[in-house]
Protein backbone atom coordinates (compact mmCIF):
# COMPACT_ATOMS: atom_id res chain seq x y z
CA UNK A 1 0.00 0.00 0.00
CA UNK A 2 1.07 3.72 -0.56
CA UNK A 3 3.73 3.34 -3.46
CA UNK A 4 4.15 -0.44 -3.71
CA UNK A 5 4.87 -2.20 -6.99
CA UNK A 6 1.81 -4.51 -8.31
CA UNK A 7 2.65 -8.24 -7.65
CA UNK A 8 5.90 -7.40 -5.07
CA UNK A 9 5.43 -9.21 -1.79
CA UNK A 10 1.84 -10.49 -2.18
CA UNK A 11 0.31 -11.84 0.14
CA UNK A 12 -0.32 -16.24 0.74
CA UNK A 13 -3.93 -15.23 0.74
CA UNK A 14 -3.74 -12.36 -2.16
CA UNK A 15 -6.99 -14.26 -4.07
CA UNK A 16 -8.57 -15.01 -1.11
CA UNK A 17 -11.92 -12.62 -1.48
CA UNK A 18 -13.40 -14.80 1.51
CA UNK A 19 -15.11 -11.11 4.31
CA UNK A 20 -13.87 -13.30 6.93
CA UNK A 21 -10.87 -12.03 8.52
CA UNK A 22 -8.91 -13.45 11.24
CA UNK A 23 -6.26 -11.23 12.68
CA UNK A 24 -4.38 -12.77 15.77
CA UNK A 25 -1.15 -10.68 15.56
CA UNK A 26 -2.64 -7.68 15.94
CA UNK A 27 -4.66 -8.83 18.52
CA UNK A 28 -8.21 -8.35 16.43
CA UNK A 29 -11.26 -8.31 18.73
CA UNK A 30 -12.97 -11.75 18.28
CA UNK A 31 -15.60 -12.67 15.50
CA UNK A 32 -19.07 -11.83 16.32
CA UNK A 33 -21.32 -15.08 16.90
CA UNK A 34 -24.32 -15.13 14.22
CA UNK A 35 -27.28 -13.03 14.85
CA UNK A 36 -25.35 -11.03 17.26
CA UNK A 37 -25.85 -6.99 17.03
CA UNK A 38 -22.39 -6.24 14.68
CA UNK A 39 -20.42 -3.72 16.53
CA UNK A 40 -17.94 -2.12 14.47
CA UNK A 41 -14.24 -1.59 15.52
CA UNK A 42 -13.43 1.80 15.51
CA UNK A 43 -10.24 1.72 13.36
CA UNK A 44 -13.60 0.32 10.69
CA UNK A 45 -14.58 4.41 10.37
CA UNK A 46 -12.95 5.03 6.55
CA UNK A 47 -14.18 1.15 4.79
CA UNK A 48 -17.33 0.39 3.53
CA UNK A 49 -19.81 -1.52 5.43
CA UNK A 50 -19.29 -4.50 2.85
CA UNK A 51 -15.71 -4.31 4.21
CA UNK A 52 -16.07 -4.26 7.83
CA UNK A 53 -15.74 -7.05 10.12
CA UNK A 54 -18.94 -9.02 10.38
CA UNK A 55 -20.12 -11.80 11.83
CA UNK A 56 -18.94 -15.31 11.67
CA UNK A 57 -20.76 -16.31 8.66
CA UNK A 58 -18.73 -17.22 5.91
CA UNK A 59 -20.32 -15.28 2.77
CA UNK A 60 -23.06 -14.26 4.80
CA UNK A 61 -24.55 -17.33 4.70
CA UNK A 62 -27.26 -17.81 7.77
CA UNK A 63 -25.82 -21.00 8.53
CA UNK A 64 -23.61 -22.48 11.50
CA UNK A 65 -19.93 -22.69 10.63
CA UNK A 66 -19.21 -26.32 10.48
CA UNK A 67 -16.57 -27.39 13.39
CA UNK A 68 -13.96 -28.75 10.44
CA UNK A 69 -14.60 -25.53 8.22
CA UNK A 70 -14.00 -23.78 11.02
CA UNK A 71 -10.63 -25.86 11.59
CA UNK A 72 -9.67 -25.62 7.95
CA UNK A 73 -10.44 -21.65 7.83
CA UNK A 74 -8.38 -20.72 11.06
CA UNK A 75 -5.38 -23.05 9.78
CA UNK A 76 -5.47 -20.74 6.44
CA UNK A 77 -5.85 -17.69 7.78
CA UNK A 78 -3.32 -18.25 10.93
CA UNK A 79 -0.70 -19.50 8.20
CA UNK A 80 -1.34 -16.35 6.47
CA UNK A 81 -2.50 -13.94 8.98
CA UNK A 82 1.59 -12.28 9.12
CA UNK A 83 0.86 -11.30 5.51
CA UNK A 84 -3.09 -10.76 5.41
CA UNK A 85 -3.22 -9.28 9.04
CA UNK A 86 -2.19 -5.77 7.31
CA UNK A 87 -1.00 -5.53 3.72
CA UNK A 88 -0.55 -2.01 4.02
CA UNK A 89 2.33 -2.49 7.00
CA UNK A 90 3.31 -5.75 5.30
CA UNK A 91 4.72 -3.67 2.15
CA UNK A 92 5.64 -0.51 4.03
CA UNK A 93 7.73 -2.67 5.76
CA UNK A 94 9.01 -4.66 2.80
CA UNK A 95 10.82 -1.14 1.25
CA UNK A 96 12.10 0.24 4.67
CA UNK A 97 9.82 2.52 5.12
CA UNK A 98 10.35 4.18 8.76
CA UNK A 99 6.41 5.19 9.79
CA UNK A 100 6.37 1.19 9.27
CA UNK A 101 8.99 0.56 11.81
CA UNK A 102 7.71 2.63 13.84
CA UNK A 103 4.50 1.44 14.05
CA UNK A 104 5.33 -2.10 15.44
CA UNK A 105 6.04 0.14 18.77
CA UNK A 106 3.05 2.08 18.64
CA UNK A 107 0.42 2.19 21.41
CA UNK A 108 -2.26 1.75 18.74
CA UNK A 109 -0.72 -1.39 17.04
CA UNK A 110 -0.28 -2.93 20.27
CA UNK A 111 -3.88 -2.14 20.29
CA UNK A 112 -4.67 -3.75 17.12
CA UNK A 113 -5.49 -0.71 15.34
CA UNK A 114 -4.45 -1.08 11.93
CA UNK A 115 -3.11 1.73 9.44
CA UNK A 116 -6.71 1.71 7.99
CA UNK A 117 -7.58 2.93 11.22
CA UNK A 118 -6.47 6.58 10.28
CA UNK A 119 -5.44 6.08 6.69
CA UNK A 120 -8.93 4.56 5.44
CA UNK A 121 -8.72 2.06 2.84
CA UNK A 122 -9.28 -2.02 2.77
CA UNK A 123 -6.05 -3.33 4.53
CA UNK A 124 -6.81 -6.80 3.69
CA UNK A 125 -6.17 -5.96 -0.53
CA UNK A 126 -2.80 -6.68 -1.29
CA UNK A 127 -3.19 -4.78 -5.13
CA UNK A 128 -2.58 -1.18 -4.27
CA UNK A 129 -5.20 0.31 -6.70
CA UNK A 130 -7.66 -1.67 -4.24
CA UNK A 131 -6.24 -1.11 -1.27
CA UNK A 132 -5.88 2.89 -1.61
CA UNK A 133 -9.16 3.02 -3.48
CA UNK A 134 -11.10 6.02 -2.72
CA UNK A 135 -14.26 3.84 -2.61
CA UNK A 136 -13.18 1.74 -0.15
CA UNK A 137 -12.46 4.60 2.19
CA UNK A 138 -8.57 5.74 1.83
CA UNK A 139 -8.02 9.03 2.47
CA UNK A 140 -4.20 9.15 2.78
CA UNK A 141 -2.37 11.64 4.82
CA UNK A 142 -4.94 13.68 7.03
CA UNK A 143 -3.58 17.02 6.74
CA UNK A 144 -3.76 19.77 9.50
CA UNK A 145 -6.53 20.17 12.44
CA UNK A 146 -7.67 16.88 10.24
CA UNK A 147 -5.17 15.45 12.17
CA UNK A 148 -6.55 15.83 15.16
CA UNK A 149 -10.34 14.99 14.34
CA UNK A 150 -9.16 12.05 13.47
CA UNK A 151 -7.40 11.21 16.64
CA UNK A 152 -11.08 12.53 18.48
CA UNK A 153 -12.76 10.15 16.67
CA UNK A 154 -11.59 7.37 19.04
CA UNK A 155 -10.37 9.45 22.02
CA UNK A 156 -13.43 11.40 22.38
CA UNK A 157 -15.41 8.75 22.22
CA UNK A 158 -15.85 7.19 25.84
CA UNK A 159 -17.45 4.04 24.64
CA UNK A 160 -14.60 3.22 21.80
CA UNK A 161 -12.22 4.31 24.79
CA UNK A 162 -13.73 1.51 27.20
CA UNK A 163 -13.79 -1.18 24.77
CA UNK A 164 -9.93 -0.73 23.89
CA UNK A 165 -9.37 -0.59 28.18
CA UNK A 166 -8.54 2.90 28.37
CA UNK A 167 -9.18 4.88 31.09
CA UNK A 168 -7.88 7.66 29.02
CA UNK A 169 -9.97 11.22 29.40
CA UNK A 170 -12.23 11.95 26.57
CA UNK A 171 -11.97 15.62 26.53
CA UNK A 172 -8.59 16.16 24.93
CA UNK A 173 -9.79 17.74 21.60
CA UNK A 174 -11.83 20.48 23.17
CA UNK A 175 -9.01 21.19 25.77
CA UNK A 176 -6.96 21.68 22.90
CA UNK A 177 -8.91 24.08 21.05
CA UNK A 178 -9.43 25.96 23.66
CA UNK A 179 -5.92 26.39 24.90
CA UNK A 180 -3.28 28.85 23.95
CA UNK A 181 -1.83 26.28 21.13
CA UNK A 182 -5.43 25.99 20.07
CA UNK A 183 -4.82 29.20 18.47
CA UNK A 184 -4.92 29.66 14.72
CA UNK A 185 -1.43 29.20 12.99
CA UNK A 186 -0.11 32.25 10.64
CA UNK A 187 -1.27 30.49 7.66
CA UNK A 188 -4.90 31.04 9.03
CA UNK A 189 -6.43 27.75 8.18
CA UNK A 190 -5.38 25.51 10.72
CA UNK A 191 -4.44 25.00 14.29
CA UNK A 192 -1.28 26.02 15.99
CA UNK A 193 -0.27 22.83 17.50
CA UNK A 194 -2.41 18.89 16.66
CA UNK A 195 -1.81 15.61 18.34
CA UNK A 196 0.80 14.76 16.17
CA UNK A 197 2.95 17.79 16.84
CA UNK A 198 4.02 16.19 20.39
CA UNK A 199 2.83 12.40 20.37
CA UNK A 200 4.21 11.96 17.10
CA UNK A 201 2.70 9.60 14.16
CA UNK A 202 3.67 6.51 14.12
CA UNK A 203 5.63 5.74 17.00
CA UNK A 204 3.04 6.79 19.27
CA UNK A 205 4.04 5.50 22.81
CA UNK A 206 2.44 5.69 26.08
CA UNK A 207 3.29 8.68 28.83
CA UNK A 208 4.85 6.46 30.95
CA UNK A 209 7.17 4.82 28.02
CA UNK A 210 10.80 6.24 28.36
CA UNK A 211 10.51 6.70 24.76
CA UNK A 212 7.48 8.45 24.25
CA UNK A 213 8.44 12.25 23.13
CA UNK A 214 5.92 13.16 26.41
CA UNK A 215 7.36 11.11 29.08
CA UNK A 216 8.65 12.88 32.32
CA UNK A 217 12.14 12.99 30.93
CA UNK A 218 11.13 13.32 27.22
CA UNK A 219 8.57 16.57 27.64
CA UNK A 220 11.07 19.41 28.18
CA UNK A 221 12.68 18.55 25.35
CA UNK A 222 9.30 18.04 23.06
CA UNK A 223 8.14 21.39 23.96
CA UNK A 224 12.17 22.91 23.38
CA UNK A 225 11.38 22.38 19.51
CA UNK A 226 9.03 25.51 19.60
CA UNK A 227 9.82 27.22 22.58
CA UNK A 228 13.34 27.53 22.18
CA UNK A 229 13.36 28.31 18.43
CA UNK A 230 13.39 32.07 18.57
CA UNK A 231 12.40 32.29 15.13
CA UNK A 232 9.36 30.18 15.16
CA UNK A 233 8.06 31.91 18.56
CA UNK A 234 8.85 35.29 17.05
CA UNK A 235 5.81 34.74 14.78
CA UNK A 236 3.69 33.82 17.56
CA UNK A 237 4.73 35.40 20.98
CA UNK A 238 7.78 37.71 20.35
CA UNK A 239 7.65 38.94 23.27
CA UNK A 240 7.98 35.28 25.22
CA UNK A 241 11.90 34.08 26.74
CA UNK A 242 13.00 31.05 24.46
CA UNK A 243 15.75 30.29 27.48
CA UNK A 244 12.92 28.55 29.61
CA UNK A 245 14.65 25.10 28.82
CA UNK A 246 18.64 26.18 29.28
CA UNK A 247 17.22 27.81 32.82
CA UNK A 248 15.44 24.52 33.18
CA UNK A 249 18.33 22.58 33.82
CA UNK A 250 20.35 24.88 36.26
CA UNK A 251 17.26 24.58 38.51
CA UNK A 252 16.79 21.47 41.13
CA UNK A 253 13.66 20.27 38.92
CA UNK A 254 16.40 20.06 35.64
CA UNK A 255 18.91 18.98 37.06
CA UNK A 256 16.94 16.04 38.68
CA UNK A 257 15.25 15.45 35.48
CA UNK A 258 18.81 14.90 33.99
CA UNK A 259 20.08 12.49 35.99
CA UNK A 260 16.12 9.96 35.07
CA UNK A 261 13.73 11.29 38.34
CA UNK A 262 10.57 10.78 37.01
CA UNK A 263 8.66 12.80 39.65
CA UNK A 264 10.15 16.11 39.73
CA UNK A 265 8.45 18.64 38.31
CA UNK A 266 8.49 19.26 33.87
CA UNK A 267 7.14 21.37 31.82
CA UNK A 268 3.54 19.51 31.60
CA UNK A 269 3.83 19.04 35.48
CA UNK A 270 3.14 23.04 35.83
CA UNK A 271 1.80 24.39 32.61
CA UNK A 272 -0.61 21.40 32.13
CA UNK A 273 -0.62 19.14 28.84
CA UNK A 274 -4.25 19.64 26.56
CA UNK A 275 -5.17 22.76 28.32
CA UNK A 276 -2.49 25.07 28.44
CA UNK A 277 -3.29 28.47 28.82
CA UNK A 278 -1.27 32.11 28.86
CA UNK A 279 -0.14 32.81 32.15
CA UNK A 280 -2.28 35.66 31.97
CA UNK A 281 -5.25 33.81 31.65
CA UNK A 282 -7.38 32.46 35.37
CA UNK A 283 -7.67 29.28 34.30
CA UNK A 284 -4.36 28.94 33.34
CA UNK A 285 -2.22 26.74 36.60
CA UNK A 286 0.32 29.29 36.51
CA UNK A 287 -1.92 32.20 37.10
CA UNK A 288 -0.60 33.92 39.86
CA UNK A 289 -3.51 32.83 42.39
CA UNK A 290 -3.35 29.70 41.28
CA UNK A 291 0.63 29.10 41.39
CA UNK A 292 0.47 27.99 45.13
CA UNK A 293 -2.04 25.21 44.65
CA UNK A 294 -0.23 23.82 41.52
CA UNK A 295 3.33 24.00 43.50
CA UNK A 296 1.66 22.03 46.38
CA UNK A 297 0.12 19.53 44.42
CA UNK A 298 3.65 17.70 44.62
CA UNK A 299 5.19 20.16 47.39
CA UNK A 300 2.14 19.40 49.66
CA UNK A 301 1.99 15.88 48.95
CA UNK A 302 3.53 14.49 52.02
CA UNK A 303 3.95 10.42 50.53
CA UNK A 304 4.68 11.96 47.63
CA UNK A 305 7.76 14.05 48.74
CA UNK A 306 8.73 11.68 51.57
CA UNK A 307 11.81 10.67 49.46
CA UNK A 308 13.52 13.97 49.08
CA UNK A 309 13.29 14.87 52.70
CA UNK A 310 11.76 18.00 52.73
CA UNK A 311 8.63 20.11 54.78
CA UNK A 312 5.06 19.94 53.08
CA UNK A 313 3.60 22.45 54.91
CA UNK A 314 4.53 25.37 52.65
CA UNK A 315 1.43 25.91 51.34
CA UNK A 316 -0.34 26.02 54.92
CA UNK A 317 1.94 28.12 56.04
CA UNK A 318 1.69 30.44 53.35
CA UNK A 319 -1.92 31.18 53.27
CA UNK A 320 -1.82 32.52 56.45
CA UNK A 321 0.99 34.37 55.72
CA UNK A 322 0.72 38.02 55.00
CA UNK A 323 2.02 37.12 51.17
CA UNK A 324 -1.06 34.82 50.92
CA UNK A 325 -3.50 36.70 52.84
CA UNK A 326 -3.01 39.57 49.69
CA UNK A 327 -2.76 37.05 46.96
CA UNK A 328 -5.12 34.02 47.96
CA UNK A 329 -7.33 36.56 49.68
CA UNK A 330 -7.47 39.92 48.51
CA UNK A 331 -6.67 39.37 45.08
CA UNK A 332 -3.39 41.42 45.11
CA UNK A 333 -1.87 40.28 41.97
CA UNK A 334 1.34 42.43 42.68
CA UNK A 335 2.18 39.97 45.88
CA UNK A 336 4.71 37.14 45.51
CA UNK A 337 3.92 34.16 44.98
CA UNK A 338 6.30 30.90 45.19
CA UNK A 339 7.94 31.66 41.98
CA UNK A 340 8.38 35.43 43.06
CA UNK A 341 11.44 33.64 45.61
CA UNK A 342 11.98 30.54 44.29
CA UNK A 343 12.07 31.55 39.96
CA UNK A 344 10.09 29.66 37.46
CA UNK A 345 11.91 28.06 34.95
CA UNK A 346 15.98 28.33 36.55
CA UNK A 347 16.62 27.89 40.02
CA UNK A 348 16.46 31.46 41.09
CA UNK A 349 15.61 34.88 39.18
CA UNK A 350 18.49 36.15 37.02
CA UNK A 351 21.06 38.35 39.53
CA UNK A 352 20.04 36.90 42.54
CA UNK A 353 22.67 34.82 44.96
CA UNK A 354 20.39 33.59 47.42
CA UNK A 355 16.43 33.52 48.17
CA UNK A 356 17.15 35.93 51.10
CA UNK A 357 18.66 38.55 48.06
CA UNK A 358 14.65 38.39 46.48
CA UNK A 359 13.05 39.87 49.30
CA UNK A 360 14.92 42.96 48.01
CA UNK A 361 13.87 43.00 44.74
CA UNK A 362 10.07 44.26 46.71
CA UNK A 363 12.12 45.75 49.53
CA UNK A 364 14.52 47.40 48.54
CA UNK A 365 15.43 50.09 51.31
CA UNK A 366 15.25 47.83 53.66
CA UNK A 367 17.53 45.08 52.35
CA UNK A 368 20.19 48.14 52.17
CA UNK A 369 20.02 49.11 55.34
CA UNK A 370 20.88 45.76 56.23
CA UNK A 371 23.63 45.05 54.16
CA UNK A 372 25.11 48.27 55.84
CA UNK A 373 23.99 47.18 59.36
CA UNK A 374 26.29 45.32 61.82
CA UNK A 375 23.89 42.35 61.52
CA UNK A 376 25.33 42.11 57.65
CA UNK A 377 28.65 40.36 59.15
CA UNK A 378 27.44 38.37 62.04
CA UNK A 379 24.92 36.73 60.15
CA UNK A 380 27.34 35.92 56.91
CA UNK A 381 29.53 34.70 59.97
CA UNK A 382 27.16 32.49 61.25
CA UNK A 383 25.61 31.67 58.33
CA UNK A 384 21.81 32.84 58.93
CA UNK A 385 19.61 34.05 56.28
CA UNK A 386 18.99 37.43 56.47
CA UNK A 387 15.25 38.35 56.08
CA UNK A 388 14.44 35.09 56.83
CA UNK A 389 16.04 34.57 60.64
CA UNK A 390 13.44 37.27 61.81
CA UNK A 391 10.74 37.12 59.56
CA UNK A 392 10.16 33.31 58.68
CA UNK A 393 10.30 32.77 55.12
CA UNK A 394 7.11 30.68 54.25
CA UNK A 395 4.71 31.73 57.20
CA UNK A 396 5.58 35.44 57.14
CA UNK A 397 3.62 37.13 59.57
CA UNK A 398 2.60 40.94 59.44
CA UNK A 399 5.61 43.00 60.57
CA UNK A 400 3.74 44.60 64.02
CA UNK A 401 6.12 46.53 66.50
CA UNK A 402 5.61 43.18 68.42
CA UNK A 403 8.82 41.49 66.48
CA UNK A 404 11.02 44.71 68.20
CA UNK A 405 11.98 45.53 71.55
CA UNK A 406 13.27 42.94 74.20
CA UNK A 407 9.98 41.23 75.19
CA UNK A 408 9.83 37.26 75.21
CA UNK A 409 7.90 37.75 72.03
CA UNK A 410 10.37 39.96 70.07
CA UNK A 411 12.72 38.57 67.87
CA UNK A 412 15.56 40.47 69.43
CA UNK A 413 15.57 38.63 72.73
CA UNK A 414 16.08 35.22 71.33
CA UNK A 415 19.93 36.20 70.87
CA UNK A 416 20.27 39.49 72.76
CA UNK A 417 19.52 39.85 76.47
CA UNK A 418 21.41 42.20 79.39
CA UNK A 419 24.26 38.81 80.16
CA UNK A 420 25.20 38.13 75.92
CA UNK A 421 24.97 41.01 73.71
CA UNK A 422 24.03 43.85 76.26
CA UNK A 423 24.77 46.80 73.33
CA UNK A 424 21.99 44.82 71.03
CA UNK A 425 19.58 44.80 73.85
CA UNK A 426 19.90 48.38 75.14
CA UNK A 427 19.77 49.04 71.33
CA UNK A 428 16.42 47.19 70.82
CA UNK A 429 14.80 48.45 74.18
CA UNK A 430 15.52 51.89 72.98
CA UNK A 431 13.73 51.30 69.95
CA UNK A 432 11.18 49.77 71.06
CA UNK A 433 10.73 52.25 73.43
CA UNK A 434 10.45 55.29 70.89
CA UNK A 435 8.39 53.43 68.49
CA UNK A 436 5.69 53.26 71.19
CA UNK A 437 6.24 56.76 72.22
CA UNK A 438 6.09 57.83 68.26
CA UNK A 439 2.64 55.61 67.91
CA UNK A 440 0.95 56.89 70.87
CA UNK A 441 1.55 60.30 69.83
CA UNK A 442 0.51 60.05 66.49
CA UNK A 443 -2.44 58.74 67.81
CA UNK A 444 -3.47 61.25 70.47
CA UNK A 445 -2.83 63.69 67.50
CA UNK A 446 -4.94 62.04 64.86
CA UNK A 447 -7.89 61.80 68.15
CA UNK A 448 -7.45 65.67 68.31
CA UNK A 449 -7.42 66.18 64.79
CA UNK A 450 -10.47 64.08 64.23
CA UNK A 451 -11.86 66.06 67.40
CA UNK A 452 -11.76 69.52 65.72
CA UNK A 453 -12.77 68.36 62.35
CA UNK A 454 -15.94 66.86 64.14
CA UNK A 455 -16.60 69.95 65.91
CA UNK A 456 -16.92 71.85 61.94
CA UNK A 457 -13.29 73.84 62.24
CA UNK A 458 -10.65 74.45 59.55
CA UNK A 459 -7.83 71.45 60.24
CA UNK A 460 -6.59 70.78 57.30
CA UNK A 461 -3.53 72.33 57.35
CA UNK A 462 -2.53 69.87 60.60
CA UNK A 463 -4.33 66.92 58.73
CA UNK A 464 -1.49 67.63 56.12
CA UNK A 465 0.86 67.28 58.63
CA UNK A 466 -0.49 64.13 60.29
CA UNK A 467 0.75 62.38 56.81
CA UNK A 468 4.21 63.63 57.90
CA UNK A 469 4.24 62.22 61.60
CA UNK A 470 2.63 58.70 59.37
CA UNK A 471 5.44 58.97 57.27
CA UNK A 472 8.09 59.07 60.16
CA UNK A 473 6.62 56.03 61.71
CA UNK A 474 7.02 53.95 58.69
CA UNK A 475 10.30 55.13 57.87
CA UNK A 476 11.32 54.56 61.57
CA UNK A 477 10.04 51.00 60.96
CA UNK A 478 12.43 50.46 57.88
CA UNK A 479 15.26 52.36 59.65
CA UNK A 480 14.85 49.38 62.69
CA UNK A 481 17.11 47.39 59.67
CA UNK A 482 20.23 49.48 60.24
CA UNK A 483 20.21 48.19 63.97
CA UNK A 484 21.98 51.86 64.66
CA UNK A 485 20.02 53.36 67.46
CA UNK A 486 21.38 57.02 66.44
CA UNK A 487 19.67 56.77 63.01
CA UNK A 488 16.81 55.36 64.62
CA UNK A 489 16.28 58.21 67.16
CA UNK A 490 16.62 60.96 64.47
CA UNK A 491 14.23 59.46 62.56
CA UNK A 492 11.56 58.99 65.64
CA UNK A 493 12.34 62.31 66.99
CA UNK A 494 11.08 63.89 63.81
CA UNK A 495 7.93 61.85 64.05
CA UNK A 496 7.91 62.76 67.33
CA UNK A 497 7.96 66.67 67.04
CA UNK A 498 5.23 66.55 64.17
CA UNK A 499 3.11 64.89 66.02
CA UNK A 500 4.06 67.25 69.12
CA UNK A 501 3.09 70.36 66.53
CA UNK A 502 -0.12 68.39 64.87
CA UNK A 503 -1.14 67.63 68.64
CA UNK A 504 -0.72 71.65 69.62
CA UNK A 505 -2.42 72.83 66.51
CA UNK A 506 -5.54 70.49 66.78
CA UNK A 507 -5.64 71.39 70.50
CA UNK A 508 -5.68 75.06 69.27
CA UNK A 509 -8.78 74.42 67.35
CA UNK A 510 -10.56 72.29 70.08
CA UNK A 511 -10.05 75.26 72.57
CA UNK A 512 -10.78 77.93 69.94
CA UNK A 513 -14.26 75.72 69.51
CA UNK A 514 -15.30 76.15 72.89
CA UNK A 515 -13.70 79.80 73.13
CA UNK A 516 -16.52 80.50 70.27
CA UNK A 517 -19.28 78.13 71.99
CA UNK A 518 -18.66 80.56 75.12
CA UNK A 519 -18.80 83.94 73.27
CA UNK A 520 -21.83 82.88 71.31
CA UNK A 521 -23.58 82.19 74.41
CA UNK A 522 -22.53 85.62 75.77
CA UNK A 523 -23.37 87.17 72.71
CA UNK A 524 -26.91 85.93 72.84
CA UNK A 525 -27.08 86.79 76.42
CA UNK A 526 -26.27 89.82 75.72
CA UNK A 527 -28.51 90.78 72.49
CA UNK A 528 -31.65 88.85 74.56
CA UNK A 529 -31.23 91.33 77.62
CA UNK A 530 -30.81 94.06 75.41
CA UNK A 531 -34.20 92.80 72.87
CA UNK A 532 -36.05 92.39 76.32
CA UNK A 533 -34.98 95.65 78.05
CA UNK A 534 -35.70 97.67 74.83
CA UNK A 535 -39.19 95.68 74.64
CA UNK A 536 -40.02 96.91 78.28
CA UNK A 537 -38.76 100.13 77.32
CA UNK A 538 -41.21 100.56 74.35
CA UNK A 539 -44.20 99.28 76.56
CA UNK A 540 -43.53 102.02 79.13
CA UNK A 541 -43.37 104.87 76.26
CA UNK A 542 -47.03 102.39 75.21
CA UNK A 543 -48.57 102.70 78.37
CA UNK A 544 -47.15 106.61 78.82
CA UNK A 545 -48.24 107.69 75.09
CA UNK A 546 -52.20 105.83 76.26
CA UNK A 547 -52.39 107.37 79.48
CA UNK A 548 -51.86 111.05 77.76
CA UNK A 549 -54.28 110.23 75.31
CA UNK A 550 -57.12 109.15 78.17
CA UNK A 551 -56.50 112.45 79.80
CA UNK A 552 -57.24 114.66 76.43
CA UNK A 553 -60.11 112.75 75.32
CA UNK A 554 -61.95 114.17 79.31
CA UNK A 555 -60.68 117.17 78.86
Known sequence: MGGGRRGARHSPLRHCRTPLVARPVLGQEELERPGEQVHHLPWDLHRPVHHRFHDSRVGGVSKPVHLLSALVFAGLLFAGSLGAADQCLICHTGQGDKPSALFRHDVHFLKGIPCSGCHGGNPNAAEVEQAMNPKEGFIGVPKGDNVSRMCAACHSDSARMRRLGSSLPTDQLESLQSSVHGRLSISGSERLARCTTCHGAHGIRRVKDPLSPVSPLNVVRTCAHCHSNAAFMRMYN????????????????GTRNAKGDVKVAECASCHGSH????????????????????????????AYMVEYHIPTDQFEKFSKSVHGVALLQKGDLGAPACNSCHGNHGAAPPGIESVSKVCGSCHALNADLFSASPHKKVFDEADLPECETCHGNHEIVAATDKLLGVTPEAVCSQCHSPEENPRGYAAARLMRQLTDSLQSSEKRAASLVSEAEQKGMEISEAKFKLRDARQARMQARTMVHAFDPKKFEEVADRGLGVAGVVQVEAQQSVDEYYFRRVGLLAATLIITTLAVSLYLLIRRIERKQRALNHVGRRT
Open 238 to 253: PSLAVDQVEKYRTSVH
Open 275 to 302: DIHSAKDVKSRVYPTNIPSTCSTCHGNA
